[in-house]
């Protein structure tokens, strides 16, 4: 019998996008339904699920996306479902720009309250915020009716 070596598989470099890294392992697809994928999307995308990090002996996610950057509201949701999060501008190969995702004190017009009852969802001319009550896990509390936000990947806006 003949034994081959397996090769380590990595995900492909970009010549110009964007990349999502250090996302919280399992909330790789939520940051996909952040940046709309299940739309038509024009570029080219890699995740990676479960990936080793090089800095820690903790596991991460990874998302890589050709030929898009993304605008400061996207960045702000996917603070949301992952605050450790860094994104690197990556032009002509190599990174342009890196920042970490910032989560401030209050989140305002990202996120829909759960609660039927709360002013929000009664078609009054009133955008949703939430105070951060904690950063790590994210929980965000309803300005206007108290009520924690449950499950916050599904009441994004």
């Not at 939430?130 to 936000?149: G, H, Q």
Request: proline content about 3%; glycine content about 4%; charged content about 25%.
């Amino acid at each position: 019998m003949d034994v081959k070596a397996i090769k380590e598989v990595k995900l492909a470099p970009i010549r110009n996008g964007t990349v999502i890294d250090h996302i919280a392992t399992g909330q790789a697809l939520n940051v996909l339904k952040i940046l709309g994928v299940n739309e038509y999307m024009d570029s080219t995308i890699s995740v990676g699920i479960h990936v080793s990090s090089r800095k820690s002996a903790e596991w991460k996610d990874i998302v890589k996306i050709e030929d898009c950057e993304l605008d400061q509201k996207t960045v702000d949701k996917i603070a949301l479902i992952a605050p450790d999060a860094t994104i690197s501008i990556i032009r002509d190969y190599y990174v342009a720009e890196k920042f970490r995702v910032v989560l401030g004190d209050h989140v305002t017009g990202l996120a829909k309250c759960c609660n039927p009852n709360c002013i929000t969802n009664k078609n009054e001319p009133i955008e949703t915020e939430f105070a951060v009550i904690s950063r790590r896990p994210t929980k965000l509390r309803c300005s206007y009716c108290d009520r924690e936000l449950c499950n916050i990947s599904d009441n994004l806006l």
